[in-house]
């Protein structure tokens, strides 16, 4: 038996609810992604959702209303996936890669800080693994802050949402995400001027003018099954919360993420682990020998593609950090498994 890293947890509501949208005959661009909009944004305390095809075009559309341009740069973590970058890149701006700080795992506003340039145009703050971090710090930089909350949807901030932070908001519903859909994506704005250009440029057919545009549209049945997902995010967390008591009291102060911080509190999407005498890529080849699939939180640090650049808590959280099945789907089972693997190579510690 092998227990996967992350299994979608499906039931019989998103089948129910795809059906009949099916059976309405109507599956384009409708009243469920209106009605996916309209939640969402009251969810994450922001007067506007506009949703996208994917969490990518929700970041390139961000930038294009921020009138990020050619020449202007963007600080983004190089500890994220590599969508941050191809944002950037596909409106001709610079990245530049900035480091995170060990507390959360998320951008350092010090290092932050001393990348900024009068070139700095935005700053991309994606809350990593469910896991918020300090982004109030660098909103007050006066920078506009597009905050990517793809992983972290339902974690708080002192008792408010994540996604109500930034400047612009964006988040995924990428299959693997905390609301996995296959594909789509969302943009939140409180500004009303934000949200008339998004909803212009996201819909290229039938305009009086002709200007570029791209077909950055959701359909009704992406949007569905998206809600759906919403909806059971109190019970995903519930879930994750019981698995990750049981893996505890092994784990003891192994776990970096979730972190105990009752101010900054994560959805528990991952659960994220180092070990004082081994690599993750060692952690991960034992894993597989139990038959347990473990990942790297980060498939590869952006800045590493390039040469001359630095970033040392980046580096040592890319060699040390492995995240272990916590998905909502998991069995007594495989939960068990996981928890025997855990014991016999931490217990010892």
Same mark, same amino acid.
């Given at each position: ?9 499906? $039931? ?17 661009? +409708? ?8 939640? *969402? ?9 506009? !949703? ?10 961000? *930038?294009? !209303? *921020?009138?990020?341009? $050619? ?99 964006? +988040? ?9 859909? +296959? ?34 549209? #959701? ?36 776990? *970096? ?33 139990? +038959? ?37 789907? #998991? ?15 931490? $217990?010892?510690?």
């Amino acid at each position: 038996m092998i227990v996967p890293h992350y299994r979608p947890s499906f $039931s019989s509501r998103e089948i129910t609810a795809v059906r009949k949208v099916i059976d309405s005959g109507y599956i384009a661009q +409708g009243e469920r992604v209106q009605e996916l909009e309209t939640t *969402l944004a009251e969810f994450v305390e922001k007067n506007f959702g506009v !949703a996208v095809s994917s969490g990518t075009t929700a970041l390139i559309l961000a *930038l294009k !209303a *921020l009138k990020v341009s $050619s020449g202007n740069e963007v600080i983004i973590p190089a500890y994220t996936c590599t969508a941050l970058w191809h944002a950037v890149k596909a409106v001709d701006s610079i990245p530049v890669f900035s480091d995170i700080e060990t507390k959360y795992w998320n951008l350092d506003p010090d290092d932050v800080k001393r990348k900024i340039t009068p070139k700095t145009k935005a700053i991309i703050f994606p809350h990593m693994f469910g896991q918020p971090g300090r982004i109030q710090e660098i909103s007050d930089l006066g920078i506009p802050v597009i905050e990517d909350i793809a992983q972290s949807i339902g974690a708080r901030i002192n008792g408010r949402p994540v996604g109500m932070f930034g400047t612009i908001s964006i +988040g995924s519903f990428y299959a693997t995400k905390v609301i996995g859909a +296959g594909e789509g994506g969302i943009i939140f704005t409180d500004d009303k001027t934000v949200e008339n250009y998004i909803r212009d440029i996201r819909e290229y057919d039938e305009k009086e003018t002709l200007t570029p545009r791209i077909s950055a549209k #959701m359909n009704d049945i992406t949007a569905t099954i998206a809600l759906e997902q919403f909806h059971k995010l109190p019970e995903f967390t519930s879930k994750r919360k019981k698995i990750l008591a049981q893996y505890k009291p092994v784990l003891r102060d192994r776990i *970096l993420i979730p972190v105990r911080d009752s101010g900054f509190q994560s959805n528990l999407y991952r659960c994220i682990i180092s070990h004082p005498e081994k690599t993750a890529d060692e952690l991960i080849k034992l894993g597989k020998e139990y +038959g347990i699939t473990l990942r790297k939180p980060v498939y590869k640090p952006i800045h590493t593609y390039f040469n001359g650049q630095n970033l040392i808590n980046t580096e040592s959280a890319w060699k040390r950090q492995v995240s272990i099945p916590i998905f909502p789907d #998991m069995t007594d089972l495989e939960v068990e498994l996981v928890y025997n693997f855990l014991k016999r190579t931490f $217990s010892k510690l």
